[in-house]
């Protein structure tokens, strides 16, 4: 049996989107920036994209901006927000210490800028605190950005709230909705969100195609330089077929978030009862305040790395807690940030299930990785150090 459970890595493309994207390869092909009539039936299809999504989040259509994904709309918000600051004297950024690298790795670029960042701590349940938010605040603050569901663990942070706070202290407010936008409903308006990430990819749409939105009145600076697309805030030929493929993927989603929560609600909670039989190990993050499709789980004496290729072997594509498949040892900031120690962050399962999950294979991975696990603790030094009194647990049993 194959199993796909890595849904918040990437989705599979949907048919439905291939076959809206098709004809935008091979007939209506035109750069939507001419004026001749297949280019204008290109810019058509690109500003009735516009339309519609801005629709999905409760924006309007000159707030919505198309990019290359998640990673870009989070540097181009950040960076706009921080030169606007600038402008005024505001050099103070908020966020948190288990934001996605795309968020942390341009508030270092800031930091070495002179701006000064503040990362609030992350309480055990992978949840912001909001009053923590608003005690960060000081008068030099250019934005708050915080991330609306966790890429690891599926927390979903109170938005609305942190934004509202924003908003009463004249503070710009982004929120990387990358893992959200599909799993939860979503108003800018009505949430305080001035500034929103998207990522195509998360909700069976292709590769390489995103959206930012920025409310009226939010200037962007543009990080990609050339010609005037994008209202001249992101140059660069728009990727019609990807942007298509966006909205048809977006619309299919957001009609069925309801249904799917509900049926995938059923399937989490066997997954976590199942997994929580292993001895010694821990859910990660709350158990309620959480997307339904995500269950992220540490198990002591066990090495996160080997886990995962076991499971590969098995069938089961999953993600490790440990970050060494991308070129690190370091294990998981998400998973430290909420206080675990650094050897059962290593030792952490990402499974994040898609729609189209089935009892079968919950079955199937609760019993392939409790064999597994138990299999791998039978030659850890670790897990006999352990279970000799040598060495304390760190959950209990």
Request: proline share 3%.
């Amino acid at each position: 049996m194959f199993v796909y459970a890595d849904n918040a890595a990437t989705t599979a493309v949907s048919k439905k989107v291939v076959d809206a994207m098709v004809p935008y390869f091979s007939e209506i092909y035109g750069n939507p920036s001419s004026l001749y009539s297949v280019g204008q039936k290109a810019k058509d299809a690109l500003e009735e994209s516009r339309e519609k999504i801005a629709k999905i989040i409760g924006a309007k259509p000159k707030e919505i901006y198309f990019t290359s994904g998640g990673s870009e709309s989070d540097n181009q918000a950040i960076i706009s927000a921080a030169r606007l600051g600038a402008k005024e004297g505001k050099k103070h950024i908020i966020s948190s210490k288990f934001e996605h690298h795309a968020v942390l790795h341009t508030l270092d670029t800031l930091e070495k800028e002179g701006f000064e960042i503040t990362l609030v701590d992350v309480h055990s349940n992978g949840i912001v605190d909001p009053v923590e938010i608003e005690k960060a605040i000081r008068e030099d603050t250019a934005l708050v950005t915080i991330m609306y569901v966790n890429n690891e663990i599926g927390t979903i942070q109170p938005i609305e709230e942190i934004g509202r706070i924003c908003r009463d202290k004249n503070v710009l407010f982004h929120t990387d909705a990358v893992q959200a936008v599909s799993h939860v409903h979503i108003n800018v308006k009505e949430q305080n969100i001035d500034m929103l990430s998207i990522s195509a990819h998360k909700f069976h749409g292709p590769k390489g195609v995103g959206v930012l939105y920025a409310k009226n009145g939010v200037t962007l600076t543009s990080i990609i330089n050339g010609g005037a697309q994008e209202r001249g805030k992101r140059a660069g030929t728009e990727n019609i077929a990807g942007i298509v493929g966006m909205t048809v993927a977006l619309e299919d989603a957001v009609s069925r978030i309801d249904e799917n929560n509900a049926n995938l609600s059923l399937l989490q909670d066997k997954l976590i009862e199942g997994l929580k039989k292993i001895p010694y190990s821990n859910i990660n993050g709350d158990l309620e305040k959480r997307i339904k499709s995500n269950v992220n789980i540490s198990f002591e004496g066990v090495e996160g790395e080997s886990l995962l290729l076991l499971l590969d072997q098995k069938g089961i594509a999953v993600s490790s807690g440990s970050a060494c498949s991308s070129g690190s040892i370091d294990p998981s900031h998400v998973l430290i940030a909420i206080g675990l120690p650094s050897e059962v962050a290593h030792s952490s399962l990402r499974i994040t299930l898609g729609e189209d999950a089935t009892e079968e294979q919950i079955d199937y991975i609760v019993n392939t990785v409790t064999e597994i696990v138990e299999y791998l603790r039978g030659f850890s030094p670790f897990w006999d150090e352990m279970m000799s009194g040598k060495r304390p647990h760190i959950f209990e049993n």
